[in-house]
């Protein structure tokens, strides 16, 4: 899960797909953390793709770094414990003008039943489950 997260960290931006009833959804995220041996995603409750996810939990992940790419592939979560925010806050200080543990905005969700593949044109892909 580390080395996912550390990829993830490296890319930047990654870009989450969701499905809007029969039609696909990809948008950029940047927000990636570990926290009680979860790998955690955050986003606003009003925001479109929360409730896409909330719907249908199925989502997948792409983003590519210094030639090579991951597809994570799982299920997210929202996890409503006031320390999971706070612990994805703090991993984010700039999201603290818009986001507080305590509002009821604030998503944080965190994949279940993952596979990441991180794959490159010139070696093996290493795949990841958790």
Excluded at 60 to 74: D, F, L, P, Q, V
Excluded at 90 to 108: G, Q
Excluded at 110 to 127: M, N, R, V, W
Aim: charged share 30%; glycine share 6%.
């Amino acid at each position: 899960m580390q080395e996912v997260l550390d990829f993830l960290k490296k890319a930047g931006t990654y870009y989450l797909a969701t499905a809007d009833g029969d039609q696909p959804r990809v948008r950029p995220f940047g927000t990636a953390h570990i926290f009680d041996g979860k790998l955690y995603i955050q986003t606003a409750k009003a925001k479109p793709c929360a409730k896409q996810m909330a719907a249908n939990p199925k989502i997948e992940i792409c983003a590519m770094s210094e030639g090579s790419w991951i597809r994570i592939a799982a299920k997210a979560i929202t996890d409503d414990r006031l320390e999971a925010k706070v612990s994805m806050l703090e991993a984010y200080p700039m999201l603290k003008d818009r986001y507080k543990a305590e509002d009821d905005n604030t998503n944080v969700l965190y994949l279940e039943d993952a596979t990441a593949t991180i794959e490159s044109f010139g070696g093996e892909p290493k795949t990841y489950k958790f």
